[in-house]
Structures are given as structure tokens and as C-alpha cells.
């Protein structure tokens, strides 16, 4: 115990150091580095309207991310996010072209507000059948939610026989205008979608900063068994933040739908793998307990500002592939460099 | 022995105003002594002293700032663990370091695997293991994965590892904090054996009777400097505790105070083990509000599963656990929190601490409800519950925003221990409360309960050292094999209560 009390002592001490410094702001600097040098090399990018189109694009993997977040601060992960929200995308697709009931004959097309609670509730069960499996029954996360990654995106392609469902406007006179509304309006000139992932992270800011939910999650995720003894409800904190990521799926599967007014069973195929990375570059421990939604922020628009600055100077989409993986792996090295003198402790 | 008494006594191996800082912090300022062949040398020290960290140094873990470590009469340094026990040192780790998913025979060869011509020659390992668990009289076979055994069998297999090296100088970091009465007598035998074979012992014990009656020579730090160094012949307990302490030291007396209802009452409880038989067995205790009752046993005897299953971590198979006149049993936790019962574990880093929070969010994990206000939590109700707890349990912290690794075991514990209080229980279960903490803080820890007492709190803890038995407690319960196999109030001797645990009072 001696020898671990003293070195902590001394790294205590509050001395500003820039390396210091520029480690635990890491991803706010990459992201500055990232505009900095794109607006160097082309005269288009650092312009109003190109933020807005690339903050819209943000918007769908910063909903995934965090969600994915919550679920990394509990000690776990979710493989799922992508096949819910092809789901989800293709459940709001089908109730906008009418839900024919037989037996009574009649087609029914739900109002667009109808559709959203219905479409965010099938998202929320998924992912509160992942939470269930993994608490209740004991299954892996990374196995729970890897199998139900292949059903729901099975049941997807199922319903839709593998075609998509165009054209999701809606007509005036069955009353259910408005889906595009999601992925196109905008107000006070910042779109819909934008507005979302902000109201969003501030919730989630909140709810981890100052609510008491927020609290247990951090506990549970850092130790489980000594958050159970001090009266956290640890199953229903798990079965909750699965429930969560569900439900934010289903928003991003809205939104990605709308914006595109038509739905397929193929959407969002490795965005899970998207948002993990953002949640990683963001400064997250996989390990669980560590994590902010200020950092997986920065890491969503770190990922999307990149693809599309290098979209915009013409870069192959293989390049960005690569320069992708760099970042994520960089961000992984940084983040044991952070924790992995105090991981050891104790 | 004549041939082994002309070797014993020279020094093997010497530290030589050994120093070693972090920045501006100086865990150990010139220490200077000698370890001698074949005989025990014993560090003694609190928490903080610096034993660690000049075990580390020695075995080669850590660089000393300055000084020389001397071997065999030339100066040498380690540039790393490895390089020391291919010199002959190894070192058995406070912590255990073992892969609980291996079995007990590659955790024991891990690293240095015996390679025969088709690839690890697992029959010769599992031969030698063998002969390893007869020589520790444990009868632990070689194939089962660590993850079975009980804690104080990990630890056997981790001395089992430090001896299976054949090494010239073994450092033993508390290898008994898990042990059983039985298994330290049969630790003892082995290191008089090693000793008899000119190995060289570097101890490290809390267990300040026990460490006694097996050193050569005793080393006491204190604040990271040497206070005494003298042969077994020359010291006695009080010595070492004052070299460690500086002053007088007394775990306390039981508080005058005047109990109230029971609050507090298990009636016929048993718990199961999963092979079949009850690790609780029947057992009834009532304690009443301002009584202290402490639970004395050896490992295995229960007492942990007793406290577990009364704060709902474990269910039990039968009985009743009533709380101020209301049955609880089939609470969840967090109710029974709420109805005033708390748990401090057994294990602090296991169960008890969150090492990514900070030490104030770790004071308050368990009362967030009293300073939420609506949807969210209120930081000004959160900073004063955090305050009082740091001032009422006196954890000695920057603040309450520093890391939990920043502090000393013992102040981790109160940390746990306020952690409870801060619930405002009505009754505190505290499983081996002074489990790796030293002297000063164990008082401290002491007194903490008997003033809670003093306000009506019940107190219920476990220990595995009889002399903290004859401490605060008002009543003395030895358990064994689950059941209740004596009861005595606090004028009771040692051997009395060591006798009723089914332990022999020899060595």
C-alpha cells in the first residue's frame, strides 16, 4: 500500500504542464487541427452552409454515439445500434405507406407524430431485450448485442423482403405529411436533425452530470459489485442504458429515413462501429466508469469533419478509410497514456 | 547445523542509504540494513512507512533515487524484476498477482514454462506442483483453476510460486492477510525449512505477534525513514510498536453505553454453499441498538456469508434477519440501506471502492437520494454531506475531489466506512474492518464505532486478530463451521476465544 500512496501524492499536484494539457484536451485540438487544415487546402470548407450540411451528417452517428456512450460508461457495448436503426428506419417506412389490417379490412396510415413514438418505442424494446439478456441472463454484452445486431436487421430485411420503402412524404389527404420534416427544415437556418443531436447531448450532459441515474451509471461501470453494496440498482441501471441506446437507434434511424424520405433494411451497416469510435476518441474508457459526453462530442465531429474534409479536397474514399482507423487508433493510444499510470493503482 | 551455522549470519544481501523520491515526495529517505543468510529479517511499519516501496526496490520493481543495494559485498542495480530473480530474489506480492482463469500449474509456471522436445512438458509441471502443495501441506490439485480456490488457497499458490524458483532470498509482502491459524503454522514451517537451507527471508507483516515469533531481525519505518533495527533478542512488541507509532497506542475500550431494543436479530439463518452443506448453519444472534459485537473466526468460518446475506448480497436458504422489529429478507439492498442496515466489505478495492471516482463521490455513492432534489442532484447538499463525512471519519485528503488511489490504505477504509455512515444506519455490519491498515488507523477505526455506539448505533464486526476482539466489543462471538461455538463478554483471555475457533494456541 506504501509504495502506491506516494507516487499518486505527487501526480496530485495540480503543476500545468502543456503536454498535460494538450493530452486531456485532446480531441477538442484535433478537431481545431482538423478545420484548420481543411480550410487551408479548400476554399469551400470553412463556409456556414458546409458546417450546417456536415453538422446534419454528424447528427445521425452523434445520436448513436451517445447511446453508445451510456452503454461504454457501464462497462459494456452495443453491436446492435446499426441493425436498430435500419429497423426502426423500415418500421417508420412501412406505417407511412399504410398498415393494412385484414380482418378488419382497412388501411391505416398513422399521423407522423403517431409514427415517431411508435418507431422510438420498437427501438427502446430492442434494445431493452439487449439489457435484459445481459443482465438478467447473464450473456456477454459483446455476444448479446452481436446477436441481436443479426435479427433485428434479418427481421428488417424480412419485412421488406430486402427493397426499400421510397418515398415517405405522405399525402394531404391521408393526413400524414411531415415525415421529411426531420431530415429537411430547419429553424432559425440550422437543421432539424442538428437540433436533435443537441437537445439530445444536453440531456444525456445532464443526466450523467447531476441526476442521481447519472451517478449510479459512473459507479456501476468503475465497480459493479461495490456500486451493488452501496444500494445502486445496478440491473436496472444496465437494463436502462441499453434501453436508451435503443431509443436513440430509433432517433437516428428517423432521422437518416427522413432525410433520405425513403427506408431500407441495409441502412446504417457498421455506423456501431462509428459511434465506438467516436465514444474513443472522446477520451471514454472501454473499460467502463470513464467518460463524458463533452468528449464523445468532440469525437462524433472529429470523425464526420475529417470524412467530409477529405471528401471536399477530393481524397479517395479508400484514403479515408485508413486515415479513419489512424485516428481511432491514435485516440486509443492516447487514452492508455491518460489512464494507464492510474489504471494500475490499487 | 554446524555447516549451516558458519554461513548464517553473513549479509547477503544490504540496503545502503537507500533513497527513493516522486517529485517533491519522499517515500524513503537512506535507509540502511542488512538481510543475513539463511534468517528472517521483518519490516515493520504503518501504512506509508515506505515497506513497499523498499521491497520493490530490492526485488527490482522500482530504482532507487539514490543509494546502493548491495549483493554478496559488490553493488549492483536491477534494471528490472526479472533481473533480480535471476539473481535469486523473488518476491511474493501483497497483492495477488495470479490469472484466475489458469490452473493452479500454469499459473505457477507462467512465464517460465518446462519445455520438453513435443512443446511444455505439462506432466514434469504437474509433478512438481505436487510436491510443492505436499510440502505446504495444502491439498490443492494442480489442475484446478484458481478461480475455485478460496482466497487464502490463492495465496498459498502464490508462495507456492515464489518458492517453486528456488530462490537465494524470497520477499514475502503480507503473505498471511488470508491465511488461516493452520495454514500461517504451516507458512512458518516451510520458512524454517528455507531458512535451515541458508534462504534468506525479507517479511512483511501486519500480524505484529505473528511476524514475532518467526523473525531473525526486525527493521521498523516510519515516514519513510529507519527508526530501529535489532535482533529478535532484543525487541518485544511494545518495542515495535513504539519505534512504529512514536507513542503510545490502545485499540480502545468498550463504550459505557446504555443499550436500547435489539435492533438487530437473526433468527435460525442458513446459507448454502453450492457443494451442499451450509456455510451458515442455523445461527440466531440479536444486537441491540448501542451494543458492539464482534465476530471472531477463522477463514471459512462463515462470517462473511453471515454479513453478506444480512445486507442482501447473498440469499439465504432458511431463517429470518429482522431489523428493528420488521422482518427483511426479501429486501433488496438498497431498501435495507434505506431501513438503516449497511454493509462495509471484506475487500475494499473489490467491493467496497469505485477507483474511478474521486474520493467525495465515493463518500456519497451511497446516499445519493439525500442531496437529490427533484431530477437532480444538489451540489451544494452534496459538498456539505461530503464535508462532514471527511471531518467525521477523519480521512486524511487533499479534498474531497482527489483521487481514491491517492490515498493510504487506511484512509480508503474509513472512506468505505463513511461511505456506510453517511447513510445514517441503524445498524453497521463491518467484515474485517482492519484487514491491511495499520496501527494508527485501526484506533482510529476503533474509536469511530464506539462513538457511532455511543449514539445508538449497532455495531456488528468481524476480525481475524484476537487482540482486536478484546477492543471495543461489548460481546465476543467466535463462529465455526457456521454455527455459533461460543459467546464471551469482554473480561475474556485470548486463549479462551482462540480455543473456541477450533485454533490450536501453540506458536
Not at chain 1, 437556418?189 to 459512473?218: C, D, E, H, Q
Not at chain 2, 469505485?354 to 465515493?362: A, R, Y
Request: with cysteine; net charge neutral; aromatic share 6%.
Amino acid at each position: 500500500m506504501s509504495a502506491t500512496t506516494a507516487p499518486a501524492a505527487a501526480s496530485r499536484k495540480p503543476e500545468f504542464s502543456i503536454g498535460r494539457f494538450l493530452l486531456e484536451g485532446r480531441a477538442f485540438f484535433a478537431l481545431i487541427a482538423i478545420i484548420a487544415v481543411f480550410s487551408f487546402l479548400s476554399p469551400n470548407y470553412f463556409t456556414l452552409s458546409n458546417f450546417l450540411i456536415m453538422s446534419s451528417q454528424v447528427a445521425i452517428y452523434g445520436i448513436l454515439s451517445i447511446g453508445m456512450l451510456l452503454v461504454i460508461l457501464n462497462g459494456g457495448i452495443d453491436l446492435s445500434v446499426g441493425s436498430i436503426l435500419a429497423l426502426c428506419g423500415v418500421v417508420a417506412g412501412a406505417m407511412m405507406q399504410g398498415v393494412e389490417l385484414d380482418w378488419a379490412g382497412v388501411i391505416l396510415y398513422p399521423p407522423v407524430w403517431a409514427v415517431v413514438i411508435l418507431t422510438i418505442a420498437v427501438g427502446a424494446g430492442v434494445g431493452a431485450l439487449n439489457g435484459v439478456l445481459i443482465s438478467i441472463f447473464k450473456v456477454p454484452p459483446f455476444v448479446a448485442t452481436l446477436g441481436v445486431m443479426y435479427v433485428a436487421r434479418g427481421v428488417a430485411l424480412l419485412m421488406t423482403n430486402g427493397l426499400t420503402y421510397n418515398n415517405l412524404r405522405g399525402s394531404a389527404e391521408l393526413g400524414n405529411t411531415g415525415f421529411n420534416w426531420l431530415g429537411f427544415n430547419r429553424i432559425a437556418g440550422i437543421p432539424i436533425s442538428v437540433i436533435v443531436l443537441a437537445t439530445v447531448a444536453v440531456l444525456a450532459g445532464l443526466m450523467l452530470s447531476r441526476s442521481a441515474f447519472g451517478r449510479w451509471l459512473y459507479a456501476s461501470g468503475g465497480n459493479e459489485r461495490a456500486a451493488e453494496l452501496s444500494g445502486v440498482p445496478t440491473r436496472r441501471v444496465k437494463i436502462t442504458v441499453y434501453t436508451i441506446s435503443g431509443a436513440l437507434a430509433a432517433i437516428a434511424g428517423l432521422v437518416l429515413s427522413s432525410q433520405l424520405t425513403s427506408a431500407g433494411p441495409t441502412a446504417g451497416t457498421t455506423y456501431e462501429l462509428t459511434a465506438i469510435a467516436a465514444v474513443v476518441i472522446g477520451g471514454a474508457a472501454l473499460t467502463g466508469g470513464r467518460g463524458t459526453v463533452r468528449g464523445t462530442m468532440l469525437g462524433a465531429f472529429v470523425i464526420g469533419f475529417l470524412s467530409a474534409g477529405l471528401v471536399i479536397i477530393g481524397v479517395s474514399s479508400y484514403w479515408q478509410t485508413v486515415f479513419t482507423g489512424a485516428v481511432i487508433v491514435l485516440a486509443v493510444l492516447m487514452n492508455s497514456i491518460q489512464y494507464g499510470r492510474g489504471a494500475r493503482k490499487g | 547445523m554446524t555447516r549451516a551455522a558458519s554461513h548464517t549470519g553473513e549479509v547477503v544481501l544490504a540496503a545502503r542509504n537507500v533513497a527513493k523520491s516522486y517529485g517533491s515526495v519522499h517515500a524513503l529517505k537512506g535507509v540502511n540494513f542488512d538481510i543475513h543468510r539463511g534468517q528472517v529479517t521483518t519490516l515493520f511499519g504503518e501504512n506509508g512507512a515506505g515497506k513497499s516501496t523498499l521491497m520493490k526496490i530490492l526485488s527490482g520493481v522500482i530504482q532507487p533515487t539514490t543509494g546502493e543495494i548491495i549483493l554478496d559485498g559488490r553493488p549492483v542495480t536491477f534494471a528490472s524484476a526479472n533481473e533480480a530473480r535471476d539473481r535469486g530474489i523473488s518476491i511474493i506480492h501483497q497483492e495477488l498477482s495470479l490469472a484466475p482463469n489458469l490452473s493452479v500449474r500454469d499459473n505457477i509456471f507462467m512465464g517460465r514454462e518446462i519445455m520438453g522436445p513435443t512443446g511444455v512438458d505439462f506432466a514434469e509441471e504437474e509433478r512438481q506442483v505436487r510436491r510443492l502443495m505436499e510440502e505446504l501441506e495444502e491439498n490443492i490439485d494442480p489442475l484446478t483453476p484458481v478461480e475455485e480456490l478460496r482466497l487464502g488457497q490463492q495465496q498459498i499458490v502464490e508462495i507456492a510460486r515464489a518458492l517453486s524458483v528456488d530462490s537465494r532470498i524470497l520477499i514475502m509482502d503480507e503473505p498471511t492477510s488470508a491465511l488461516s491459524a493452520s495454514e500461517v503454522e504451516v507458512l512458518f514451517k516451510v520458512i524454517r525449512d528455507l531458512t535451515a537451507k541458508d534462504v534468506s527471508i525479507v517479511y512483511i507483516s501486519h500480524h505484529l505477534e505473528e511476524a514475532l515469533t518467526i523473525t531473525d531481525h526486525a527493521v521498523v519505518l516510519r515516514d519513510g525513514t529507519m527508526t530501529a533495527y535489532a535482533p529478535r533478542a532484543e525487541i518485544d512488541l511494545e518495542w515495535i510498536v513504539r519505534n512504529m507509532v512514536g507513542d503510545n497506542y490502545d485499540l480502545g475500550a468498550p463504550p459505557a453505553t446504555r443499550f436500547g431494543e435489539v435492533a438487530l436479530s437473526i433468527r435460525n439463518l442458513s446459507v448454502p454453499d453450492p457443494a451442499g452443506f451450509n456455510l451458515v448453519d442455523k445461527l440466531s444472534l440479536d444486537v441491540r441498538a448501542g451494543e458492539i459485537v464482534c465476530i471472531y473466526g477463522l477463514m471459512g468460518a462463515g462470517r462473511t456469508e453471515l454479513l453478506e446475506t444480512c445486507a442482501g448480497r447473498l440469499t439465504a436458504s432458511g431463517g429470518e434477519i429482522v431489523l428493528e422489529g420488521r422482518e427483511i429478507s426479501h429486501l433488496s439492498i438498497a431498501e435495507r440501506i434505506a431501513r438503516g442496515l449497511a454493509l462495509v466489505p471484506e475487500d475494499r478495492q473489490r467491493d467496497g471502492l469505485v477507483q474511478t471516482m474521486t474520493v467525495g463521490e465515493n463518500l456519497s455513492l451511497a446516499s445519493i437520494s439525500s442531496f437529490t432534489r427533484g431530477l437532480f442532484t444538489s451540489r451544494s447538499a452534496e459538498k456539505k454531506l461530503i464535508g462532514d463525512s471527511i471531518r467525521n471519519v477523519t480521512v486524511k485528503t487533499s479534498g474531497g475531489g482527489a483521487a481514491i488511489g491517492s490515498l493510504s490504505g487506511g484512509n480508503q477504509q474509513k472512506v468505505v466506512i463513511g461511505k456506510m455512515l453517511a447513510t445514517r444506519p441503524r445498524v453497521i455490519l463491518l467484515d474485517e474492518p482492519s484487514r491491511g491498515i495499520d496501527i494508527g488507523a485501526k484506533a482510529e477505526v476503533f474509536k469511530l464505532l464506539a462513538q457511532g455506539a455511543e449514539q445508538g448505533l449497532a455495531v456488528v464486526y468481524t476480525t481475524s486478530e484476537v487482540s482486536e476482539c478484546l477492543s471495543i466489543a461489548h460481546r465476543i462471538i467466535v463462529m465455526h463451521k457456521g454455527r455459533i461455538s461460543a459467546e464471551f463478554d469482554s473480561t475474556v483471555t485470548k486463549e479462551k476465544i482462540m480455543a473456541a475457533s477450533g485454533e490450536s494456541v501453540a506458536a
